[in-house]
């Protein structure tokens, strides 16, 4: 198992930015210039308001727990040895919500619960997990 790789994201010409600030530890989103909301995941135009002005701007890489699931069989031989493990929905502080990984303690999961980004190098690329605030 221990050559198996991790998935790739996929990569577009409109998400490389977002891909290229998590590889070096810094968390970037676009907002859109005519409403000022903040978009994840990155697409052309604002989903708001239609707007195309989108400008990268760096996030605070904080949030709240939306909801999550535990994982005990993956949907990838790479991560069968890490099961079982959490993945969930994280509200960040901006407004936009994005499914990651979450490094908590089951025990500790609960709606509401304040997260902050953690970078974690799996292969050869970062990747954007989250952990309990304080952590």
Same mark, same amino acid.
């Given at each position: 198992?221990?050559?198996?790789?991790?998935?790739?994201?996929?990569?577009?010409?409109?998400?490389?930015?977002?891909?290229?600030?998590?590889?070096? $530890? $810094?968390? !970037?989103?676009?907002?859109? +210039?005519?409403?000022?909301?903040?978009?994840?995941?990155?697409?052309?135009?604002?989903?708001?308001?239609?707007?195309?002005?989108?400008?990268?701007?760096?996030?605070?890489? %904080?949030?709240?727990?939306?909801?999550?699931?535990?994982?005990?069989?993956?949907?990838?031989?790479?991560?069968?040895?890490?099961?079982?493990?959490?993945?969930?929905?994280?509200?960040? %502080?901006?407004?936009?919500?994005?499914?990651?990984?979450?490094?908590?303690?089951? +025990?500790?999961?609960? !709606?509401?619960?304040?997260?902050?980004?953690?970078?974690?190098?799996?292969?050869?690329?970062?990747?954007?997990?989250?952990?309990?605030?304080?952590?």
């Amino acid at each position: 198992m221990k050559n198996i790789s991790f998935p790739e994201p996929t990569i577009t010409p409109t998400s490389q930015p977002f891909w290229d600030k998590i590889n070096q $530890q $810094q968390f !970037y989103l676009p907002q859109c +210039q005519d409403c000022k909301k903040w978009i994840f995941y990155p697409r052309e135009h604002c989903p708001h308001c239609f707007g195309s002005e989108l400008t990268w701007k760096q996030a605070s890489g %904080e949030g709240r727990l939306k909801t999550w699931s535990i994982v005990h069989r993956a949907g990838h031989p790479a991560w069968q040895e890490k099961v079982p493990y959490v993945v969930g929905i994280v509200e960040l %502080e901006e407004g936009p919500s994005l499914l990651t990984h979450l490094l908590i303690d089951n +025990q500790q999961l609960r !709606y509401q619960l304040p997260v902050t980004i953690s970078y974690q190098q799996l292969d050869e690329r970062y990747l954007p997990f989250f952990k309990k605030k304080g952590d």
